[in-house]
């Protein structure tokens, strides 16, 4: 079982939207997939099919000793385990943020209570880095899958925070997403990410796709609704890049 955390420097990156659609695409290759919203944003839920925000979920273990982490499991239609972050009030989340403070090797201990077969995968939606689940993430992961969009706000922090993320984990595989060919200012930030990831593997460059938010109100992918198109093209490019890292499946899964 291998662990992955999507992370991004900057807000609204693409972390929730990469680590959904990779969910569902490693599922439906074969692979068990968990995912976890690390996120106190609450939004992968949305992504996988629930058509509220849960109100409960990983939070409540962060503010309630008597509450086990994975009580509020829910299965997506397309098999995907995952476990929401709960609501939560402002006053409840830096109670999560202390508890979090207090326990640093808390996230990498509830995934240690994950049984999933050696193919299987845990994927970590996480809010904005630096943050504590960013953090904390980073440091139970196998691999970070580090969002980028080529945004000079979002090349700044980039450049401020790879350091302590890549001493977080050992490797960091850096997704571009939202690139837009015909706007010439994105290629001076793409030469500026290439610099600042000093040697990083790019894992994917993700084209923006309008119709991809779109498929998502109507409860739908873009992989579905638009095959045809770059960005669903590019989001099975690093499905591919992900699968190939994994363990092979098992045979009798695979047969
Ligand atoms: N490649 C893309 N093309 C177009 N829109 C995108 C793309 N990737 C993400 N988005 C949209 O950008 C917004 C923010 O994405 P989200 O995954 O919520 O970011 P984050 O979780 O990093 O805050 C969403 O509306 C999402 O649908
Ligand atoms: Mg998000």
Known sequence: MKTIAVISMAGGAGRTTLA??????????????????FDPQNMLGAWLGLDTLAPRGIAKALTDASETWHTHTWRSDEG?????????????????????AAHPQWLERAIGEIALPESGV??????RYPSRQAQQ????????????????????????HLPAL?????DVRIVVN?????????RD???????????LPVAQRIHMEAALPEAFARGGWIVDEAPQSQASHDLHGLA??????LPALEASLAA
């Open 178 to 186: 939202r690139l837009n060919p015909a706007r010439e200012m994105q």
């Open 240 to 245: 591919e890049h992900v699968d190939a890292w």
């Open 137 to 160: 993430a980073a440091r139970a992961a196998d691999l970070v899958l580090c969002v980028c969009p080529p945004e000079p706000a979002a090349c700044g922090g980039f450049v401020a």
């Open 189 to 199: 930030v793409l030469a500026m990410l290439r610099a600042a990831a000093a040697g």
């Open 20 to 37: 959904a659609t990779l969910a569902v695409l490693l599922a439906r290759r074969g692979r068990e997939v968990v995912a976890l919203d």
């Open 166 to 170: 890549r001493e977080a984990c050992a």
């Open 80 to 100: 995907v385990l995952f476990v929401p972050h709960g609501n939560v009030t402002l006053d409840e989340a830096a109670a999560c943020d202390a508890h979090l």
């Open 122 to 127: 845990v994927l970590i939606d996480t809010p």
